[in-house]
C-alpha cells in the first residue's frame, strides 16, 4: 500500500487559519503599538510642561551673553523647550512672579547681557513691577557695566565682587567708514538715496558723518543718556546730576564703588546666594563676609526658583485658553525669500514670504482674535518690507485688531511693516524712523585693475548694464535710477500718511531718513504709547474686547526632528561660508553689513535700512 504524500483536508484547513490568525494578531498588536505612539506624540505636542516652583523660594534670573528678542530656531543637542527664555518671556516671567504666592523674591545674576536698550527697558520695566509689589531684588555681578548696572539699578541691593570692576562709563556710538578702505582697494561705492538725514550710505562713501547725519546721533544720544542716567537715579533714589558725576568721574575700583554708593556691598556670589533671603535684615551686608554655615548650605536647593523652570509655568498657563493673541516675532534684517530655518540656527533674518505665512496663518485661525507685531529690525530690503506691508494690511482689513510692540529697533524697513498696525508701542530707548530710502553698487574696476581682472561686456540696451560693477552709472541711467528712488520714498511716506492718519508733509518733515529714540517718536506722533510688549498685548486685547484669552507666539520653536527634515529638504540650496579675514580691529559682523546690503541692493533693489553697522553701548 503506497501512502499518499498530500496532507489531510483538515490538517491543510487548520494551518492557514492559525497562520492568519497570527498575522491578524501581529497587524493589531502593530496597530495598537502605532496608536499608542501617536498619541504619545500627540500628547507630548500638546502637553505643556508647567516647570517645577518652589514654594518661598527666590525667583534666579541669570542674564549673560545674547539674549535673543525672538524664539530660537535651530540647535542640533537642544529641544525646544530646553532654549533660553528669550526677551519678553523674561519681563513676563519677571511681572507675573512679582504677584505669585509661592514667590518671595529675585535673585539677578548678571553676566555681560548683549542687549539693546530697548530690551534692557523691556526687562527693567519688569523688575519695577516686581520692586512695587515689595519684594526683595538683589543684584549680583563680576563686573558692572552700561547695561548690567541698568537693570541692577531696579533692585533694593546691588552687590559687586571683591575684585570686580566698575565700567559705567556713559553711552558711545560707533559706526565704521569704508570710504579710505575703498579708495586703497580700488572699489568706488555709487549710492544716491532720499532725504537729507538718509545717512546709511555714509559709511561707504565718507570718512565720517555728515553735519546732517552727527545733528540726528548727537539728538538721539542726548535723549538715550538722559534716559539711563534718570533711570539709574530712579532706582538708587538720587538726583540725577549724582549719576552724571559718577559717570564722568568714574568708580571703577570696587572699594570706590561701594564709597560712592554705586553698589551696596562687596562678596562671593556663594556668600550672596546663602544669604540671599536674608536682605532685608539689618545687618545684612556685614553677614556677607561670615563663611557659609551647612545649615545654610543645606538650604539652598529649595532656595531658587529658575527662571526657565518658571517660563515652562508661564507659557502652560498662557496657553490654556481658546481665545488668543497671537504674538509674530519680527527680529533682524528684513530680505526677500523664504528664509527657512537650520538645524544648526536661523541666520538672523526676517524673509518676507515665511513672515507672510505666519501673518497669514493668524489671519486665518479663528480662535487668534488679535495680534501683536514684535518689531526688532533696523530693515532691509524695501521691496520685501512692502510685501510684508502688504500682508499686515489685509490682517488688519479683515478686522482683526494689529498691533506693533517695538524693541531695540523698529527703524526704516522696520517702521515701513509698522506703519499699517493700529496702535504702536516702543520703548523710550527704541531706535525708531529712519523713514527712507537709497540704493546704488559698488564698482570694482579699479579692484579689478589692480589684481589684473578684466570683464567684458556685450550689451543690447543703453542702460542694459546699469547695474554692473565694473562700470558707473551713466547721466541718464543715474537720473532714472533716482527717479526710481524718489518714487519709492513717495510710497514709503504715503504708507506711513494712510496707517498714522498724518498730511503728507507731516511726515515728510519727520522722515527723510532721521532717526528717533521711541521718546521721540511719540512726540512726533510716529508711535501712540511707550512701553513693552505687555502694553502691546493689552491693547490689542482691549481692540478685540478680550476678556480672558492666551497669547500663542510665532514663530513656533521647532525640535530636532523638524529642523533636520526642512535641511534636508534644502540640501540643493547654495551653502553660506562665513570667511573671517582676521584683520585686528574689523569684526565678521562689519563685514557681514556689507554682504547683505550687496545683497539687498543686487539688480537694483531698494534698501530701507538703518546706517551701516550702528552700534550703541
Known amino acids: 500500500m503506497v501512502e499518499s504524500s498530500r496532507t489531510p483536508p483538515s490538517q491543510r484547513a487548520g494551518r492557514p ?26 500628547y507630548m505636542v500638546n502637553f505643556e510642561d508647567a516647570g517645577d516652583v518652589k514654594e518661598e523660594s527666590f525667583l534666579r534670573v541669570k542674564l549673560g551673553g545674547v539674549i535673543t ?3 530660537m530656531q535651530g540647535g542640533f543637542f537642544l529641544e525646544p523647550d530646553s532654549f533660553p527664555p528669550i526677551v519678553t518671556e523674561i519681563s513676563g516671567a519677571i511681572r507675573k512672579a512679582a504677584t505669585d504666592d509661592r514667590i518671595e523674591g529675585l535673585y539677578l545674576e548678571l553676566d555681560g547681557p548683549a542687549l539693546g536698550y530697548g530690551s534692557l527697558q523691556e526687562i527693567r520695566s519688569s523688575l519695577d513691577v ?29 552687590v559687586l565682587a571683591p575684585s570686580g570692576v566698575n565700567t559705567v562709563f556713559g553711552i558711545a556710538a560707533s559706526l565704521t567708514y569704508y570710504a579710505g578702505t575703498f579708495e586703497k582697494l580700488g572699489i568706488e561705492a555709487e549710492f544716491k538715496h532720499v532725504g537729507d538725514f538718509k545717512s546709511a550710505v555714509e559709511p561707504y562713501e565718507r570718512t565720517g558723518p555728515s553735519e546732517p547725519a552727527q545733528e540726528a546721533l548727537d539728538y538721539m544720544l542726548d535723549s538715550l543718556y538722559d534716559q539711563l542716567v534718570q533711570g539709574i537715579a530712579d ?7 549724582k549719576i552724571r558725576g559718577l559717570i564722568d568721574r568714574p568708580a571703577m575700583s570696587p572699594q570706590d564703588a561701594l564709597e560712592r554708593g554705586m553698589i551696596d556691598a562687596l562678596a562671593y556670589p556663594d556668600s550672596v546666594k546663602a544669604r540671599v533671603h536674608l536682605s532685608t535684615d539689618d545687618g545684612w551686608v556685614a553677614s556677607l563676609a561670615e563663611p557659609v554655615t551647612k545649615d545654610l548650605e543645606d538650604a539652598l536647593d529649595d532656595r531658587f526658583t529658575d527662571l526657565s523652570e518658571y517660563v515652562k509655568g508661564l507659557n502652560a498657563e498662557l496657553s490654556a485658553h481658546k481665545e488668543k493673541v497671537a504674538v509674530i516675532y519680527a527680529e533682524g534684517n528684513i530680505v526677500s525669500g523664504g528664509g527657512e530655518s537650520s538645524l544648526f540656527g536661523s541666520g538672523g533674518v526676517i524673509a518676507d514670504r515665511a513672515f507672510n505665512k505666519l501673518v497669514r496663518a493668524a489671519r486665518e485661525d479663528d480662535q487668534v482674535k488679535a495680534v501683536v507685531l514684535r518689531v526688532s529690525s533696523p530693515g ?14 489685509k490682517t488688519r482689513d479683515a478686522g482683526k485688531p494689529v498691533v506693533v510692540s517695538m524693541g531695540d529697533y523698529a527703524a526704516s524697513g522696520g517702521y515701513y511693516i509698522s506703519a499699517p498696525a493700529d496702535w504702536i508701542v516702543a520703548q523710550p530707548a527704541t531706535i525708531t524712523g529712519s523713514i527712507g530710502v537709497f540704493g546704488g553698487k559698488f564698482n570694482l574696476v579699479g579692484l579689478y585693475d589692480k589684481v589684473g581682472m578684466t570683464l567684458h561686456t556685450t550689451k543690447r540696451g543703453n542702460e542694459a548694464d546699469m547695474f554692473s560693477t565694473t562700470s558707473k552709472f551713466s547721466e541718464e541711467g543715474g537720473a532714472a535710477y533716482q527717479r526710481f528712488l524718489d518714487d519709492f520714498y ?15 508733509d507731516a511726515v515728510h518733515q519727520v522722515a527723510q531718513g532721521r532717526v528717533w529714540t521711541g521718546e521721540q517718536a511719540l512726540e512726533r506722533g510716529l508711535v501712540d504709547e511707550l512701553g513693552g510688549l505687555e502694553e502691546a498685548i493689552a491693547k490689542a486685547a482691549e ?34 561660508v562665513t570667511i573671517d579675514l582676521g584683520i585686528p580691529g574689523v569684526s565678521s559682523r562689519e563685514l557681514d553689513e556689507i554682504f547683505v546690503l550687496e545683497d539687498i541692493l543686487q539688480d537694483g533693489g531698494v534698501a530701507a535700512l538703518l546706517p551701516g553697522n550702528l552700534e550703541v553701548r
Open 543 to 576: 481692540l478685540a474686547e478680550l476678556d480672558d484669552f492666551g497669547i500663542t507666539r510665532l514663530p513656533k520653536k521647532k525640535d530636532f526632528m523638524e529642523l533636520l527634515m526642512e535641511d534636508l529638504a534644502n540640501a540643493s540650496a547654495s551653502p553660506v
Open 235 to 241: 532706582g538708587r533714589g538720587v538726583e540725577p546730576a
Open 490 to 504: 513717495k510710497v514709503f511716506v504715503n504708507r506711513v500718511v494712510e496707517g498714522r492718519n498724518m498730511e503728507f
Open 17 to 42: 487559519a492559525a497562520t492568519t490568525r497570527i498575522l491578524i494578531g501581529i497587524t493589531v498588536l502593530g496597530a495598537l503599538v502605532f496608536a499608542s505612539s501617536v498619541a504619545a506624540v500627540m
Open 69 to 71: 528678542d525672538a524664539p
Open 380 to 393: 532691509g530690503s524695501g521691496l520685501a518690507s512692502d510685501m510684508m506691508w502688504h500682508e499686515i494690511k
Open 130 to 158: 516686581f520692586r512695587a509689589a515689595d519684594k526683595p531684588c538683589v543684584a549680583y555681578s563680576e563686573s558692572y557695566a552700561n547695561g548690567s548696572y541698568y537693570l541692577a539699578s531696579a533692585c533694593d541691593k546691588i
